[in-house]
């Protein structure tokens, strides 16, 4: 995905959560932005070597505010500190312009508490 609605993405993984569901990011494919909401909430993760994992600021569309952008802030750290036991992740997010995306590395992600199995 390349993206999506952050509060839809928090009740997927949620429930990804809750059925100790486990997800996958295929070959050449892309989990941007909310998407990684989805992938932070799952409790087993697979990414294959040549798939992208980008982080930016969420961003509401045109009639957003960054009043309202930062308040999301707060309930997305409870969610990554649920999910991965870490709210780096979200100050991270935040300081990428919702224009922009932040490719993450392997290591990035254990950084951030998202343990990933390399699928080859």
């Known amino acids: 995905s390349a993206g999506g609605e952050v509060f839809a993405a928090l009740e997927i993984g ?7 569901a486990s997800i996958s990011v295929g070959h050449g494919s ?5 998407c ?6 799952a409790t087993a993760r697979s990414i ?7 982080i930016h600021r969420p961003s509401l569309g045109k009639s957003g505010t960054h009043d309202l952008v930062d308040a999301m802030s707060e309930p997305i750290a409870v969610y990554a500190q649920q999910t991965t036991g870490s709210r780096k992740i979200v100050d991270a997010m935040m300081s990428i312009p919702s224009r922009r995306v932040r490719f993450l590395t392997p290591a990035d992600l254990a950084t951030y508490g998202i343990a990933v ?4």
Do not use: H, N, Y
């Open 14 to 20: 949620r429930l990804l959560r809750r059925d100790q």
């Open 30 to 34: 892309s989990c941007i932005s909310a």
């Open 36 to 41: 990684v909401l989805v992938l932070m909430g």
């Open 48 to 54: 294959a070597a040549d798939a992208r994992v980008g």
């Open 117 to 120: 199995t390399e699928k080859r």
